[in-house]
């Protein structure tokens, strides 16, 4: 049979009410508003970061296809500087003339071909262009409220951070000198009955369970001498008197 003076028992009680306190702000802390929004955040933030990879991507290909095009299109130039300069010069019989002239009109048809590739590609890399500007900027405004949230949060955490440490400091000032006995078996008991090892017992109402004692148990519990740990028959946890 377990015993503590009833002053411990007593106090035992402000320990529970200081436990309970620590208990609400660690839950508290897990619910502070930033944290949600920080998961939101960086569930965008990734979707936003691999449709930049694809986009840096696509717009990377256009660049080269775009240099390409250029190129191809310079060739063609080149070519008909060339013919030309030769033509031009008068130093060609008349047979290779007819064959310059022919093939300056077929570079000027592929040439016109390959302006008509290299402006579709210029067209689909400015409009890709945009589409990555966008995203870009949609990333920064995300990187920005995701460094908004975690300072908001990381102010939340040192409030409740700090106010625990009180009741810490308050929690272990209260249990200092309780009997051992009592302390042991209400830790036990708290870490299995969801953080509630004592209550109070109010009229025949153990206010842990909120169950109201049958007669017999209530007898049973008055008749008990004062230093006596009694606990509830419903619930289990240490019953404190109020009349003892």
């Not at 310079?74 to 007819?98: C, H, I, N, P, Y």
């Not at 890399?125 to 990381?154: C, G, M």
């Not at 008749?223 to 006596?228: F, L, N």
């Not at 606990?231 to 946890?237: A, I, K, N, S, V």
């Amino acid at each position: 049979m377990t015993t503590a003076p009833v002053a411990d028992q007593r106090r035992l009680l402000v320990v529970q009410d200081l436990d309970t306190r620590l208990d609400q702000l660690a839950h508290r802390r897990t619910e502070v508003p930033a944290i949600a929004r920080l998961t939101a955040l960086a569930a965008r933030q990734a979707d936003l970061a691999t449709a930049l990879v694809t986009s840096r991507t696509a717009a990377g290909d256009l660049r080269r296809e775009l240099t390409k095009a250029e190129g191809d299109v310079a060739q063609v130039r080149a070519r008909a500087t060339r013919d030309r300069e030769r033509l031009d010069a008068g130093a060609v019989s008349a047979k290779d003339a007819l064959g310059l002239t022919s093939e300056l009109e077929s570079l000027a048809r592929r040439q016109a071909e390959l302006e008509e590739v290299e402006l579709d590609v210029m067209e689909r890399l400015e409009a890709h262009t945009a589409v990555l500007d966008d995203l870009e900027a949609a990333h920064a405004q995300v990187e920005a409220q995701r460094d908004e949230a975690t300072a908001e949060r990381d102010a939340a955490f040192a409030e409740l951070d700090a106010e625990a440490a009180r009741v810490r400091d308050e929690r272990a000032a209260t249990a200092d000198g309780l009997d051992a006995g009592l302390l042991a078996l209400y830790e036990k008991l708290r870490s299995h009955l969801a953080g509630r090892g004592a209550a109070a017992l109010v009229g025949r109402q153990c206010q842990g369970c909120r169950m109201e004692l049958n007669p017999l148990d209530l007898e049973s519990i008055k008749a008990a001498p004062v230093d006596q740990v009694v606990r509830c028959e419903e619930c289990g946890r240490i019953l404190v008197r109020g009349d003892v």
